[in-house]
Every structure is written in C-alpha cells, then in structure tokens.
C-alpha cells in the first residue's frame, strides 16, 4: 500500500557516513560539508529535526537544503484518495542579511509534473512557527516532491554568516492563508497538550498581526512559576513553545500568552 503520509516526516532516522542524510531525504552536504546536518533541537515529540546552516567555503557561504528522495526518484507517493492541500510543517529561523526558508513542492502525475508550491519565509522566529505550502494541481496527483533550502533574498544557496533554520514534522496538511493556520482578528491561544503533563508541555498559539509576545506559567496565588517567552517580537502567525514542568509541583496552573499587554489564558493541570 502507498503511504499517505510524508516519509520520516520527523528527521528521526539519519543515515551514517559523509552523506548523513535522514533517511528518505537528502541533504546538499556534498556542496557544502555540514551545511545540513541532524539536530537536536526537536519540535513535538520528535527525537531529531533537520538543520541548514549557513557554511564557509572559501569567500562564499552556502546555505542547507534537504530534499525528498523517495521511490519515484525524488518523490514520495501519494495515495489519499483527492489530491494533496499543502505540505505543512514546523520551523525555527535564524536570518541575516536577508536570508530566507523556502519551501517548495513538485507534484506528479503518472506521467508528468502537473502542479506544485512555494512558501517563503524571511522573518526570524526565536520559536517553532507553523509553515504551509498550499498546493495547486491540475489532474490527479500520484506523488509529491519536498525541498527545504536555506537561501538568500534572491534565491541562490549563497547565504549570509550566521543564517540558520531547523525544520521539523513535515506532513501533508491543510492549506492555510499566507503560510499560517487561517486564524480570526484576535490572538487565538489554544489548549496545552499533553493536559496533564508530567515533562514537556506546548503552548500554541495564533497572532493575526505582529506583536510583543510574554509567556508564562503562574500558580493559582498569582506567582510567576515559568517564564517561557519574555518580550519577544513575533510576526502573524502559528507558534508553538514548549515548556519544561517536570520541577513543578502537581497541581492546577495557568499559562498565560501576553500579546501587546492583552492576557490570554487557560488552565494546566500538572500530574506526575
């Protein structure tokens, strides 16, 4: 049967040797050694994620960029049943000068590339945020094809020094306006999970505009227990922050998404 779900989705298993790519994907090491390597800073209960670091090779530097390697050449088949909406996923940015994540895809029919998408992302992040390539197809689409790139404004792999993404949890998704989850003229703060939670916690939420965003973790007397996010600018979008309860008493709490001084909140129960 054809999966219907994007090949190790979660960068969990990479490959050994010079190469290191993760498995069912490849990386662009062999133009820049390092330029993708497997990380650790991990989105969801993924063990791993993918990073694309900006490299020096002589005077130029060269972005990463890892692609779909699948069993129709670079594609992952798809098979379910109407055609894909977008390629979804989570990321952290880092950008200089400009630098940017584009995600793109190639769709296929059984004979010929017949659709695909492109999402641009230039704006740092400080936190995973939600990506969304929306895929238009004419016919029937029987595979997919995913590249993440590191690049700069213009679109080369050359990039600035200290440009960094980390992408994780790639799966086929819904599509939603202008990259994000589609959202209302308010901030939308969603609910923890896991709800218990023993270890780590997420935080999701939705901002419609830009913003300076405080989260936090208080206990029922109103005191400050976490302080997970502190004055920290964040464009439109989907954002997920993970936090860390496992020194925490059991107990009932709140998390609390600040957005410009107007407080979001909603019960946590901490259960180990």
């Known amino acids: 049967m054809l999966a219907q779900t ?30 993708a390597s497997e990380s650790f800073t991990v989105h ?32 992952f088949k798809y098979a379910g049943g109407s055609n894909p909406i977008a390629i979804d996923g989570w990321y952290e940015l880092t950008t200089s000068g400009g630098d940017q994540l584009v995600v793109t895809v190639l769709t296929k029919s059984a004979s010929s590339v017949n659709g695909g998408a492109t999402a641009t992302y230039s704006t ?26 590191l690049t700069n404004k213009r679109g ?20 939603a306006t202008a990259g994000v989850e589609p959202i209302s003229n308010n901030v939308t703060l969603e609910p923890a999970y896991p709800n218990p939670a023993n270890n780590i916690c997420s935080i999701v939420f939705s901002l419609p505009c830009a913003a300076t965003v405080n989260v936090a973790l208080y206990d029922l007397n109103g005191r400050k227990v976490i302080n997970a996010l502190d004055n920290t600018t964040l464009t439109d979008g989907t954002y997920k922050v993970p936090v860390d309860v496992s020194k925490l008493a059991n107990g009932i709490y709140e998390y609390t998404v600040t957005a410009d001084g107007v407080p979001y909140t ?4 901490v259960a180990k």
């Open 156 to 175: 080369h792999d050359t990039t600035q020094t200290g440009s960094m993404a980390t992408v994780d949890s790639v799966y086929f998704g819904t599509c």
């Open 124 to 149: 740092g992040t400080g936190v995973w945020k939600k990506f969304s390539a929306c895929i238009t197809a004419i016919g029937a689409v029987d595979s997919v094809s995913i590249a993440l790139a």
């Open 44 to 75: 969801g209960g993924c063990p791993t994620s993918a990073a694309l670091n900006t490299v020096v090779v002589g005077s130029a530097n060269y972005g990463g960029s890892i692609i779909s390697l699948g069993t129709n050449t670079i594609y």
């Open 6 to 35: 994007v090949p190790n989705e979660c960068f969990s298993t990479w490959s050994g040797g010079a190469g290191n790519s993760p498995i069912s994907w490849l990386t662009t090491n062999a133009i820049a050694s390092g330029s």
């Open 266 to 269: 909603q019960k946590l129960v």
